[in-house]
């Protein structure tokens, strides 16, 4: 059966630091995946995809997300935190492309001055 | 232009209530799909529409919840006998087309079985 991990619950980082929330996630064929944010009191946005090619795919707010297929990972990154990116990040597969995604329990990031 | 929005925001009912609950998606989006968010816990879909039809209705939790959509816009899931269990945050989604297109989501209903 498919499934996202996200190890890590909550994460606290400084401003203008780097960031790396991890995501692992289990699924027999080419998997299609996402990486969404969701702020307090908004609806997920989608920061990135990845569905073929490029390994290394870039998303908006300057985040990007590297494809490993031998780990089985589709970590996030960012290389300089802003107080805005304190939010919840969500990764998700979709087998089928979009439909029916299958999201990890979430990463909280906090940001501090 | 407007996004996708979902009423009510809040709603607070009893144990063994029913409710309803409404999305309504992005104009022109062919697709909506319905996730359910619980405390602690990630995104659980539930279902999705292609037009006025769910293909795919494996995801709803219990006999207890059904959704329609109607005019292949305006859709609602309706928890039936309402459980405490069923306490959570409904998010609805839209997108274009039902596969390799964003699904936009609405800000959620929260739900609080009492």
């Known amino acids: 059966a498919q499934s996202v991990t996200q190890p890590d619950i909550h994460i606290t980082v400084s401003e203008g630091a780097s960031l790396e929330l991890r995501c692992n996630y289990s699924?027999?064929?080419?998997?299609?995946l996402f990486w969404y944010v969701q702020s307090p009191g908004q609806g997920l946005q989608l920061l990135l995809k990845?569905?073929?090619?490029?390994?290394l795919v870039q998303g908006i707010k300057g985040f990007e997300a590297e494809f490993k297929r031998s780990q089985s990972s589709f970590n996030l990154r960012k290389p300089s935190v802003h107080w805005s990116d304190a939010a919840e990040y969500f990764c998700?597969?979709?087998?089928?492309?979009?439909?029916?995604?299958?999201f990890g329990a979430g990463t909280r990031l906090a940001v501090h001055p | 232009g407007a996004g996708v929005s979902q009423s009510p925001s809040n709603k607070v009912t009893e144990k063994g209530k029913d409710v309803e609950l409404r999305c309504d998606p992005i104009s022109g989006h062919t697709a909506l799909y319905w996730y359910r968010q619980s405390l602690g816990q990630g995104l659980e879909f539930l279902i999705y529409?292609?037009?006025?039809?769910?293909?795919?209705k494996s995801g709803l939790p219990s006999d207890r919840f059904s959704a329609e959509r109607t005019g292949g816009s305006v859709s609602t899931l309706t928890i039936q006998r309402t459980q405490q269990e069923d306490s959570a945050v409904y998010l609805c989604?839209?997108?274009?087309?039902?596969?390799?297109?964003?699904?936009?989501f609405g800000p959620g209903t929260r739900l609080t079985v009492l």
């Open positions: 989604a839209s997108s274009l087309e039902l596969s390799y297109n964003e699904q936009f």
């Open positions: 998700a597969v979709g087998p089928g492309g979009y439909n029916k995604l299958i």
């Open positions: 990845y569905f073929s090619g490029d390994t």
């Open positions: 699924y027999g064929a080419t998997p299609y």
């Open positions: 529409f292609q037009g006025n039809s769910a293909p795919d």
